[in-house]
């Protein structure tokens, strides 16, 4: 293939714990509008926290129903949970439940899980490809050499909520990892750079596919709520906000850096008092509406979506 004509597609899901419902509705539609399992259409898949989970699982072959029933099955019961210690041996005991085994090396499609560094402050991305490196390739291996599990309960390791977790690399190097949304909750940006910089495209030759998890209310304190369940409401609406504001800021610097790359951005934002939720939503009720909420996204995108990839 000419090198002008070639096209690179990028997957780019953002992070936002138990919202992954809403990016799963609109990845439903999106499965249905291009017909088989996305792995077949995309060159890069990124993904962080809960996108990274999704992003591993699609990669790995899953379609978006399995990947739906996983988290209808699994993932209110990881959230519902009180204490740090127990959300993380719940969110460690799923991983390696659904992941196994599974290596950087069994992906079907490129792949970027975004986690962050805890000691020297730095994003740590979980990648598929030598084709992807941006240098060290002397010593590249899919993954630095670690499980599907461990690099993604990593990147979702929102301190202090869960543990930090702690990644051995196939070079015997101990790393400390956290939440990777504390650098990139919106990974496009660094998924774009991979594509330019790595597999050597323009931005004119992306088409990028860029899903969040929906904007929405913060949750009201009740009447009847004691000064411990206040703290920990605020606290939790402390990580949301520097999760939204790391979100919007990644999207303003994607815009301005690469215009020119052409992008679809799903990520609407509702008002309704009976919207409001967390990222630690456990109703599988209110689940279900953010999810039903994905797919009514997706259709107010779907003209531009099929105009992309025309």
């Not at 085994?101 to 970027?112: E, P």
């Not at 990892?177 to 495209?201: E, F, S």
């Not at 689940?287 to 979506?305: C, T, V």
Request: aromatic share 8%; proline share 3%.
């Amino acid at each position: 293939m000419d090198q002008k004509a070639k096209v690179g597609r990028i997957l780019s899901l953002d992070g936002g714990g138990a919202k992954g419902f809403y990016t799963l509705g609109v990845l439903r539609e999106l499965e249905g509008m291009l017909g088989g399992k996305l792995h077949e259409h995309f060159d890069l898949i990124f993904g962080t926290s809960t996108g990274g989970i999704i992003a591993a699982l699609l990669a790995l072959g899953k379609s978006v129903k399995e990947i739906s029933d996983l988290y209808e099955g699994n993932v209110p019961g990881v959230m519902q949970r009180k204490k740090r210690a127990e959300k993380s041996a719940a969110l460690a005991s799923l991983g390696d439940r659904v992941f196994n085994d599974a290596s950087f090396a069994d992906m079907k499609t490129g792949v970027g899980i975004v986690t962050t560094r805890w000691v020297i402050e730095r994003p740590m991305i979980f990648k598929t490809s030598i084709e992807q490196a941006h240098g060290r390739m002397g010593t590249f291996s899919p993954g630095f050499g670690v499980r599907v599990s461990d690099a993604v309960q990593a990147s979702c390791s929102a301190f202090p909520f869960f543990d930090r977790k702690t990644v051995k690399t196939d070079k015997g190097d101990l790393v400390e990892l956290i939440d990777g949304g504390y650098c990139a909750n919106n990974p496009t940006l660094y998924a774009i750079a991979d594509a330019i910089m790595a597999l050597k495209l323009t931005p004119e030759q992306l088409r990028v596919v860029s899903v969040g998890v929906g904007v929405y209310p913060a949750r009201k304190q009740p009447w009847y709520s004691t000064s411990k369940w206040t703290q920990k409401l605020l606290s939790v609406q402390l990580l949301q906000k520097t999760l939204e504001i790391n979100t919007q800021s990644m999207d303003q610097l994607r815009h301005i850096l690469y215009r020119n790359a052409p992008t679809v951005r799903i990520n609407d934002t509702f008002e309704q008092p009976e919207m409001a939720t967390d990222l630690f939503e456990h109703n599988m009720q209110k689940l279900n509406i953010l999810r039903q909420r994905g797919a009514e996204s997706f259709g107010k995108q779907e003209a531009d979506l099929k105009k992309l990839f025309s």
